[in-house]
């Protein structure tokens, strides 16, 4: 134990010269209502150049908050009022836009704009393409830039070249179209990972990742509905998939305008929380032991990112599964009618894999949240996509096969309940604000990737059976589940590694990870209470990578 004391006695003394500088909240101190005034009309404190944000907003609000049950849940509710909305239609929004290319190939598109061989897939896959080489740049842009500004421009700029696609009339204008369209899409689905980690708790993260992910599932139902009443639309102008092009990026235009408006930029900096609520949506994150946003890029974090074996983990899970997602999300009406459907029947019949797809993504963040474990629920989800592609491969085309063959073909859409849950497992596992940026750039960069090749194992000429991209699919999911049980392996060893460098530094070694316990547990246990010791959290906003932060607890 002397040993220990030593050591911990040395690490004190290494950040006395920070903790001057720094005077970070208790995160159980008491508030003072009466001190409050307004950010705007105190002297800027000045504070060490890559610490995160919150640590000078905190040093200026000149007084500390305790986080109590009620205070979390109501700034809590607040939030989700503000941000999801916004996210939701975003996301729905750009997965519309994505399917418009299915939609449209179910109404003549192929045959209007005389597209030949493997033309199609590659219009599905070019989108890919372009967000795969623009991620790196997304990720410093995240680090360096507003968000909320960020993500209305992006959204804008994509609504409007969809509008400019019903000018395209062969394979070359369709395909310029579709990877500028790739290039301003790339920000959209790492910037809605990065404001979740911004504003949520660890143990909040999952249900908001499915939430705006689930959106997939909607635009299925809804998408379909829609298409199938502008199919209908008679134009002696323009072809029922250039009027679908049209109304989705003018809805897409009109909605960017809702978002410069309404989207903040962070919780230091959002208007719609008032006096002490800054406070609370700031101290309810220290214990994530993340950060919020530093706005200084660190080369130290991106060469940690690309030697951790947590990186390539969740690039290769993100690749893989894209895989198969890419080349459903693109040939996925074409499958059902193979099976002997007309288009409008097609369309109709793409309505409930898109509610399975819903239910599997809100369903599995549920699950997860309540065990309080990804990778058991993970392994689930990779069962049925297994079943259904076994299905489909095995199964005729005759007419008496069409009910077996449905349901192959909607159970493999619980897929899509995979790819929020990796989201949140990466976000939070990993710390450091230029890591999780790098990380998540990472994850798309192998979700791209992954997405470009999908549509290339399948082609129309294919028809019916598809054998080709359902047997790589099949093999794919196979290998989804044997990587997931090895990505909690790695874990349990950190989380060992992390104990024993606590002990060496004469801490606990086992300690209250208070960023995944609901706040009703801390009010209500005074066993946990009394576990979560003052200094735990201490380093929350010093914006560590987590291999550096002992205090750093990895979840399942």
């Known amino acids: 134990m002397a040993n220990n004391k030593d050591k911990a006695d040395s690490a004190q003394v290494e950040r006395a010269e920070l903790d001057r500088d720094v005077e970070a909240s208790a995160h159980n101190s ?3 209502q009466d001190a409050v005034e307004p950010v705007s009309n105190r002297t800027k404190t000045a504070y060490p150049r890559g610490f995160d944000k919150a640590t000078e907003f905190l040093k200026q609000a000149d007084h500390q908050v305790a986080v109590t049950h009620g205070d979390s849940r109501r700034v809590a509710k607040l939030i989700d009022w503000r941000i999801l909305p916004i996210l939701l239609f975003i996301y729905c929004l750009q997965s519309l836009d994505k399917n418009t290319l299915s939609y449209a190939a179910v109404f003549g598109l192929i045959a209007d704009t005389g597209l030949e061989g493997d033309q199609y897939s590659w219009l599905g896959s070019v989108v890919y393409l372009a967000q795969l080489v623009f991620q790196p740049l997304v990720a410093y842009i995240l680090v360096k830039f507003p968000i909320g500004k960020f993500l209305a421009v992006m959204v804008f700029a994509w609504g409007a070249i969809l509008c400019g696609m019903t000018a395209a009339h062969n394979f070359t204008g369709l395909l ?3 990877l500028v369209l790739g290039i301003f899409e790339s920000a959209v689905a790492p910037t809605f990972v990065a404001i979740v980690q911004m504003w949520y708790r660890r143990r909040e993260q999952t249900k ?12 299925n139902i809804i998408g379909s509905l829609l298409t199938y009443g502008l199919g209908h639309i008679n134009s002696s102008v323009l072809h029922s998939y250039q009027i679908i092009f049209l ?19 962070s919780p230091m900096t959002a208007k719609f929380l008032k006096a002490d609520d800054k406070l609370i949506a700031i101290e309810r994150l220290r214990m994530n032991q993340q950060g919020i946003g ?3 890029w660190k080369w130290e974090h991106v060469w940690e990112a690309m030697l951790d074996l947590k ?8 690749f893989i599964i894209s895989i198969p997602s890419g080349g459903i999300s693109t040939f996925g009406p074409l499958i059902i009618e193979s099976f002997g459907f007309d288009r409008f029947t097609t369309i109709l019949f793409n309505i409930p894999f898109g509610a399975v797809q819903m239910i599997a993504t809100l369903g599995g963040a549920w699950l997860a949240d309540k065990i309080r474990m990804k990778a058991p629920v993970l392994l689930l989800l990779c069962l049925l996509p297994i079943a259904g592609c076994s299905i489909l491969l095995a199964v005729g085309r005759a007419a008496s096969d069409r009910a077996v ?3 192959g073909y909607y159970i493999i859409s619980v897929y899509p309940g995979i790819s929020p849950l990796i989201y949140s497992w990466s976000g939070q596992n990993t710390g450091g604000d230029t890591k999780r940026k790098v990380t998540t750039a990472m994850l798309f960069i192998g979700s791209n990737a992954g997405n470009v090749i999908g549509p290339l194992l399948f082609r129309p000429d294919e028809k019916p059976r598809y054998t080709r991209g359902l047997t790589a699919n099949l093999v794919l999911f196979i290998a989804l589940a044997v990587l997931v049980a090895l990505g909690a392996l790695l874990i349990k060893f950190l989380n060992v590694k992390h104990a024993k460098a606590r002990v060496a530094l004469g801490k606990p070694e086992k300690i209250v990870d208070l960023s995944m316990v609901d706040n009703r547990e801390i009010e209500d246990d005074d066993d946990v209470l ?11 906003f010093e914006d560590l990578t987590d291999l550096k932060n002992e205090d750093f607890i990895y979840v399942y």
């Open 247 to 265: 109304f989705c990026g003018a809805l897409t235009v009109a909605w960017s305008i809702v978002t410069f408006i309404f989207m903040p930029d």
């Open 176 to 178: 310029i179209s579709r």
């Open 294 to 296: 530093s706005g200084v």
């Open 530 to 540: 009394n576990q979560a010791t003052d200094n735990v959290g201490e380093r929350g």
């Open 208 to 219: 908001r990742n499915a939430a705006w992910y689930a959106m997939l599932g909607v635009v």
């Open 30 to 32: 008491v508030a003072d």
């Open 405 to 407: 063959l449905l349901f």
């Open 311 to 318: 990186t390539w983990l969740w690039f290769f899970i993100m």
